[in-house]
Nanobody, 124 residues
Framework: QVRLVESGGGLVQAGDSLRLSCAASGASFSTYAMGWFRQAPGKEREFVAAISMKFGITNLADSVKGRFTISRDNADNAAYLQMKRLKVEDTAVYYC?????????????????WGQGTQVTVSS
């Protein structure tokens, strides 16, 4: 089992950058694919980015390609989401998720473990 704790959210202006962190504990971090999802008020949770256990294979939602980057540091048991050129529509609670088998899936259903989320608010 793995426990996930997100940090790094906050209130920023459109065009700014933020870096979210996801600290993992309780299991072999390198055996989990990691994902970031987000949920805006009144909307369903949606895929943002994912990264494989090793080799840095990534998936990104079309809406964030060219602006967001996902990475991980297996030595530090952490995953990151670097967000640049933020838009108002990026406002949401961002969740870190871990998947014990398989690759960097875009499907919520494929992830076994979730963090509590961190709020990102982008003002115009």
């Amino acid at each position: 089992q793995v426990r996930l704790v997100e940090s790094g959210g906050g209130l920023v202006q459109a065009g700014d950058s933020l870096r979210l962190s996801c600290a993992a504990s309780g299991a072999s971090f390198s055996t989990y694919a990691m994902g970031w999802f987000r949920q805006a008020p009144g909307k369903e949770r949606e895929f943002v980015a994912a990264i494989s256990m090793k080799f840095g294979i990534t998936n990104l939602a079309d809406s964030v390609k060219g602006r967001f980057t996902i990475s991980r540091d297996n030595a530090d048991n952490a995953a990151y989401l670097q967000m640049k050129r933020l838009k108002v529509e990026d406002t949401a609670v961002y969740y870190c998720a871990a998947r014990s088998k398989g690759g960097p899936s875009t499907s919520i259903l494929e992830y076994n473990y979730w963090g509590q989320g961190t709020q990102v608010t982008v003002s115009s």
